[in-house]
C-alpha cells in the first residue's frame, strides 16, 4: 500500500460521513415521513433545563403556546406548574 491508496480511503471515508450528514440535514428540514415531522411543525419544543442534582431535572416546555414546567427524575416525570403564558418576544433590530 502507499500514500494514494490511503489518500482514497480517506476521500472515500470524508465522501460518506458527507453524505451521511447531508442526510441528516434534509430530514431535519424536511422531515421523513411517519417518523420525523419538520421543524415548522412541531408543537413541542423544550425551551430551557436546569439541572438541580445528578438525577434530577426541571425542563420549561413549550406546546402549542403555552408553556409547562416539569420536574424529571429516575422516578418519573411530575408536572410543577402549567399554563404558563411565555413572555413577550423581544423586537428584532
Known amino acids: ?9 480517506f476521500a472515500a471515508l470524508l465522501l460518506v460521513l458527507g453524505l451521511i450528514g447531508a442526510a441528516g440535514l434534509a430530514t431535519r428540514k424536511f422531515g421523513l415521513p411517519g417518523i420525523a415531522k419538520p ?4 408543537r413541542l419544543q423544550i425551551v430551557e433545563s436546569l439541572m438541580l442534582s445528578p438525577r434530577q431535572r ?3 416546555i413549550r ?6 414546567l416539569v ?3 429516575q422516578s418519573g416525570a411530575s408536572v410543577i406548574e402549567t399554563c404558563i403564558a411565555p413572555p413577550p ?3 428584532q433590530p
Open 89 to 91: 418576544a423581544e423586537p
Open 39 to 42: 421543524a415548522k411543525m412541531r
Open 63 to 68: 406546546r402549542d403556546g403555552v408553556e409547562h
Open 1 to 9: 500500500m502507499d500514500v494514494l491508496d490511503f489518500a482514497r480511503y
Open 58 to 60: 426541571l425542563a420549561l
Open 71 to 73: 420536574l424529571i427524575s
